[in-house]
């Protein structure tokens, strides 16, 4: 038993390690291909964009790389500072010229509009909502769209998650047996008094970078297969 648990621990570590093994190679490529000096780059939030400010460090010691940061949450403003990259905002850059985030699902077209997604998506879109309203907006998209919406709740303290706009996020597990038009879903729940974002970023995505368990990494264009 103790043999078991311990080979269980080992098959879980080295999964583990694939999978940041993966998100880091997809996140170098993505910064070689598309940040260049004198560019503005946005930098999304979650695991993968780790090895994407890793990259951008490394470019900017080895390259002199002049590249102004606009941070989409304090996660990824720690980790510009922490890098020593240049920190700016969308007041200081309101345009940028790039913007590298991490994916948990895409589709063909980046519409997320097949069934056959839907069955394959696991986590459930997150919907971020005003705290005073969670309750009416997960029973209005429950009656209308279907599913089931959870409040997604902190880790590492008691009580619901709080974004950094101080909202709550709501992860939406829609019906898998249903057909949904996504980008019409995704005007519809931006048009919900309440709604603040959703996790669907519909047509918004020019390339999408896999990492292999080979260490090749295969891309995605909009409108086009792997």
């Not at 309203?133 to 429950?142: D, E, L, M, N």
Request: net charge neutral; proline share 3%; hydrophobic share 40%.
């Amino acid at each position: 038993m103790k043999l078991a648990r311990g080979l269980s621990r080992i098959l879980n570590l080295v999964e583990k390690m694939s999978l940041n093994e993966a998100k880091r190679i997809a996140a170098h490529r993505a910064v070689n291909e598309w940040v260049k000096t004198g560019t503005a780059v946005g930098i999304g939030s979650g695991s993968t964009v780790v090895f994407a400010v890793e990259r951008l460090a490394e470019r900017m010691k080895s390259e002199n790389l002049n590249v102004a940061c606009v941070p989409t949450s304090f996660q990824a403003r720690q980790l510009i500072i922490e890098h020593g990259l240049q920190l700016s905002d969308l007041d200081r850059n309101p345009q940028l010229d790039v913007a590298i985030d991490g994916a948990d699902e895409v589709d063909n077209d980046y519409t997320k509009n097949s069934k056959k997604l839907g069955d394959q998506y696991k986590k459930g879109i997150p919907i971020e909502v005003t705290p005073m309203a969670y309750v009416p907006i997960k029973q209005h998209i429950q009656k209308c769209f279907g599913g089931s919406l959870k409040l997604r709740m902190a880790v590492a303290k008691a009580g619901p998650c709080v974004t950094d706009n101080g909202n709550f996020i709501l992860d939406w597990e829609f019906a898998s047996e249903k057909a949904y038009n996504w980008p019409d879903v995704n005007r519809d729940l931006l048009m919900i008094a309440g709604v603040v974002e959703t996790g669907l970023f519909v047509n918004m995505a020019t390339k999408a970078y896999f990492g292999m368990s080979d260490g090749q990494v295969r891309t995605q264009e909009r409108n086009a297969s792997i």
